[in-house]
């Protein structure tokens, strides 16, 4: 598509769209009026199920993965309107704009929502804000965001990477291992995606709220992702295997590790509900604060009496404990003994 200054703008492909924004990265390219910026069949949010269980047809759970990406559109609206992903201040006419209609085609397990009405009203709500030409990069990049093979490329990427990383924190199980398999199925980037997200960076850097809706529209895909990949799917001209659609989708539990915090505490207050001993609500000298157990079978009568006082005179005391970590919090902690605090010794 060859851009030229001050014209109608017919974005008939992802490439043409690519191409306009790689333009104004350069500043090479100028709008003058944003409703000369019309968009292709590109610009369709899509879903296609393989298999004749789901022609013509749509599931209450798969609609709900629909009804999370149209959530997720409200913020990214909200944005660009506001500059805060607040979809409370949008009105009803606002959602009724903006409602996502899915159709789905006769005979057949297509499921498509044409964004043009939308861009449109994204585009309008804008108008005081920006120009005519940086209003256009927003919308362009929206467009591409939500119904973009290459954006959806790059998403299933970074989640692969993510879960894979978040696995390799676990203990090896057969569903790890599994998960894992799905996971490296995932075709890696190709040279001309890693190019596009370098031009997506750039318009970022001149237009910030542009990162800014990547981010709502990530969070949108992640739900529609999770909600029609019960089977395999194609969505927005990416295939997704069930097995690799939940596996990046789903979260990882991460695992506690298990540690010693030793060291000086102060004593914020205590809980006596336990059914064995009772729990302290603790603060160390960094001002983390986390509740830990005392327990009466591990601990003696002058340990119980060091905690009372500590509580009571409001003063430092220190504790050896056992304690299970995930992520860097405090998940589960028990006090094994206390004693005063000496500043000599205890630093």
């Known amino acids: 598509m060859a851009v030229a200054d001050s014209q109608a703008f017919n974005l008939a492909t992802e490439d ?3 191409d306009f924004l790689d333009r104004f990265t350069k500043g090479l390219v100028e709008v003058t009026d944003v409703a000369q910026v019309t968009f292709g069949d590109w ?14 047809a749509i599931t209450p759970y798969m609609m709900q993965g629909w009804v999370e990406l149209q959530r997720s559109l409200y913020r990214a609206y909200a944005l660009a309107a506001s500059g805060k992903a607040d979809a409370k201040r949008l009105t009803e006419r606002d959602k009724e704009i903006l409602e996502l209609v899915v159709k789905v085609d006769e005979g057949s397990s297509d499921q498509k929502v044409d964004l043009q009405a939308i861009l449109e009203k994204v585009a309008s709500s804008m108008v005081d804000k920006m120009t005519p030409t940086h209003i256009t990069a927003v919308i362009v990049a929206l467009g591409l965001l939500y119904a973009g093979t290459t954006a959806t490329t790059t998403w299933l990427n970074n989640q692969k990477e993510i879960k894979l990383a978040e696995i390799a924190q676990q203990v090896e199980t057969t569903r790890s291992e599994e998960r894992r398999e799905s996971l490296n199925a995932i075709v890696s980037l190709a040279g001309r995606d890693l190019e596009r997200l370098q031009i997506l960076e750039e318009v970022a ?10 981010e709502q529209a990530s969070a949108g895909r992640d739900e529609l ?9 194609v969505v927005n001209g990416v295939p997704i295997s069930s097995a690799a659609g939940q596996s990046v989708t789903s979260a990882v539990r991460t695992q506690a590790v298990e540690e010693r915090l030793d060291g000086v505490y ?3 207050g205590t809980d006596t509900t336990a059914a064995t001993g009772f729990r ?3 603060s160390d000298k960094q001002g983390r604060e986390f509740t830990a157990e005392v327990a009466d079978v591990l601990t003696t009568v002058d340990d119980r009496n060091a905690i009372q006082n500590a509580e009571w005179s409001k003063v430092p005391l220190f504790l050896t404990m056992n304690a299970k970590l995930r992520r860097g919090e405090v998940v589960e902690a028990k006090i094994m003994s206390a004693r005063p605090y000496d500043p000599e010794t205890d630093g």
């Open 280 to 282: 302290v609500l603790l």
């Open 225 to 233: 992702v999770r909600h029609v990949t019960k089977t395999d799917a």
């Open 43 to 56: 610009a369709n949010i899509s879903v296609y199920i393989p298999g004749k269980r789901y022609n013509s």
């Open 205 to 214: 850097k001149e237009v910030p709220i542009v990162a800014e809706i990547e």
């Open 16 to 18: 043409d769209a690519w």
């Open 266 to 268: 102060t004593i914020r």
